[in-house]
Each structure stands twice: as C-alpha cells, then as structure tokens.
C-alpha cells in the first residue's frame, strides 16, 4: 500500500464485489430462462421441478467462485495486513501449499456432490415423466361417451 491514497478501500472492493454478483447472477437468470424454453412441453408439476433442479445447479456453479475469492480475499488480506512477510522455510511452504490444497479438493468435492445431487435428481425426474409420458401412450384417456 502506498502513502499517497491510491489503494483501493474495502467498500470500493465490496462493491465491485456486489456489482460482479449481480452480473453473474443476472447471466445466470437469462441462461436458465432461455434453457427452460423446451419445458413448455412437460406437465406443469415436472416442470416446476426441472426448473428447481437447473436453480440448484446454477447455485452451485455460482457457489465455487463464491468460495475461491473468499479464500483469496483472506490470503491477499493476511499479506498486506500482518507485518512485513519474511521468507518462509520450505517446511513452512509445504505444510502452507498442501493446506490449501486440501482446501481447495474440498470445495471441489462439494461442488461437485452438489452437482451430482441436482443431476440425480434431475435423471429421476425425467425418469418418472417418462414412464408417465408411455403409460399415456400405451393406454390414452378415455373421452366420455354422450
């Protein structure tokens, strides 16, 4: 940080911060929209749950960024808020990488069970309006007789 004013201030930061959420997730809403088009054709209950599950997926899309710059936001915080850095022993370094290494394969595994979960429950769907979907073809409604 220099003397003369130039660093950017947290609020400055948070807003940007606010300012990309809201891009990302107006983005988010317009893909979802334009990917529910087709869902016109399924009942109304399938498709209120289809459009749940692509939600869910599009949370959890969102959700890893989310997670990142929070860990980089408190590295680039610790760096420039504690006293000047001395140069760390390798062992230090190492026991630091492989911290952030598991870390970052957790979010990772979360992330992608979130994912897994949104799709299963998404296959099974389609599954169940499938076979609804044949078992009207196989024997269509009756229409009453005058």
């Keep these: 940080m220099s003397e003369t004013g ?10 940007l911060f606010e300012l990309t959420a809201v891009f990302v997730g107006g983005a988010a809403r317009v893909g979802l929209s334009i990917a529910s088009i087709p869902l016109v054709l399924l009942p109304k209950n399938s498709r209120r ?7 869910e997926i599009a949370r959890a899309i969102v959700a890893l960024p989310k997670e990142l710059a929070g860990v980089s936001e408190r590295v680039v915080d610790d760096i420039f ?3 000047p850095p001395s140069l760390p022993n390798p062992q230090q370094l190492g026991d630091r990488a492989r911290a952030f290494t598991e870390r970052l394969a957790r979010a ?8 897994g ?9 389609v599954e169940r309006t499938a076979a609804k979907v044949d078992e009207w073809v196989e024997k269509p409604p009756q229409t009453p007789s005058a």
């Design 6 to 15: 130039t660093s950017i201030t947290r609020t400055e930061r948070d807003g």
């Design 49 to 55: 749950r289809v459009r749940r599950a692509m939600a």
């Design 81 to 83: 808020t504690g006293p």
């Design 108 to 115: 990772a595994d979360e992330f992608g069970a979130s994912v």
């Design 117 to 125: 979960r949104a799709a299963g429950r998404a296959a099974d769907q």
